[in-house]
């Protein structure tokens, strides 16, 4: 028998969540909620990775516009 990992937190909060009847439009607001959230997530860390090397909107425009690719 291969012995399992304990559960995240994650996992733990979501397992509560399993014991409510949400309606359609409640679980859409769920999944709306995540998304938010890790969506801003990725944008905080883009933008610091973005600040850190020094890159501007003119670069983004100049590898958009690269015909190499």
């Known amino acids: 028998m291969i012995a399992q990992p304990p559960l995240t937190n994650l996992q733990m909060e979501l397992l509560k969540l399993y014991s409510l009847r949400l309606s359609d439009e409640q679980l859409l607001e769920v999944k709306q909620v995540l998304a938010r959230h890790f969506t ?4 905080r860390h883009v933008d610091a990775l973005w600040e850190q090397k020094g890159l501007t909107t003119a670069d983004m425009e100049s590898w958009l516009n690269d015909d190499d690719q």
């Open 40 to 43: 801003d997530r990725l944008t």
